[in-house]
């Protein structure tokens, strides 16, 4: 098979190949110079890896985004001064004579040294830590949606059909219904006396709906659910605020993006917290919209359209069961 060669524009380049515990780094000064070293992936290793780097002058590296491995590697990385791509495995393996290396850190650096290689949107460790914040509170509002769901099945499991009377059973009427519910008062007149004229059902619906045959096991299964929905609302109100003095410092930033109709506070830091406020990491709107999976893909194989997460379904209303939690989207 020919040899396939390119011309030189990085003068020193290494190419790192990451796994869970080994790190395979290839330190290429043309194509036939190099040096291919492991490390682990202990802190102490990579630390190591970093000096080599500077100790052999390596100006630019690239490493394949596998998982979650390279996070902590680049983490270290990233305190020399190195320009470092993280690069997508399948771009990497669709450069033609990728067959003609057996260590993917060697033919790494082959490409880095060729700039061949296009490095993916790595945002500021500022952005990347208010992801982290923006993304777990999005989880955790989504798991106490879950337990608001649950209590309404645990409800219907005793026949008590408290969902078909009020448009909002975790509001005021219907919490207070519960915590009754909860403690054992289950004579219809007691609970009645939440009733008020503002809910759309009669009196006589609503005392209907709350017919129902709540057992011992009910009554425990509604306690514990309630019990972790207090804890994740505690644990939202923690997010918010550390949320808060993270997106401090893009304040203004905040306030422009509110000027877009639809857009509120929590969306814009949303926003923010996935694409950063350097625009300049995307040559034109239709590159960022491309990024964010907004533009029409054409993956189609044998008529069917295959399906891709979109980065921009990481910027959903913070809603859960028709309530917002924390505050206004």
Known sequence: MEKVSFAQVVKVGCG???HK???VATVRQNESEYETREFSSYTSSLTDLREWCKSKG???????STGIYWKPVFNI???GDFDILLVNARHVRNVPGHKTDKKDSQWLSKLLLSGLLKGSFIPPVEIRELRD???YKRKVVAQAASEKNRIIKILEDANIK????LSNVDGAVGTKIIDDLIAGKTA??????HYHGKIKATREEMGKALEGRLTKHHQFMLGIIKESISDKEKLIEKLDKQIDEAAAQY???IELLQTIPGVGHDRAVNIISEIGTDMGQFPNEQHLSSWAGMSPGNNVSGGKKSSHHSAWEQIPAMHAGGKCLGRNA
Do not use: G, Q, Y
């Open 16 to 18: 790192i190949d990451v």
């Open 188 to 193: 219809v007149n007691e609970l009645l006396k």
């Open 162 to 165: 408290l969902s078909s009377v």
């Open 133 to 135: 914040l923006v993304r």
């Open 77 to 79: 990385l990233e305190e």
């Open 58 to 64: 390596v100006t630019h590296i690239a490493m394949e």
């Open 21 to 23: 515990e080994i790190i």
């Open 251 to 253: 304040r203004v930033e």
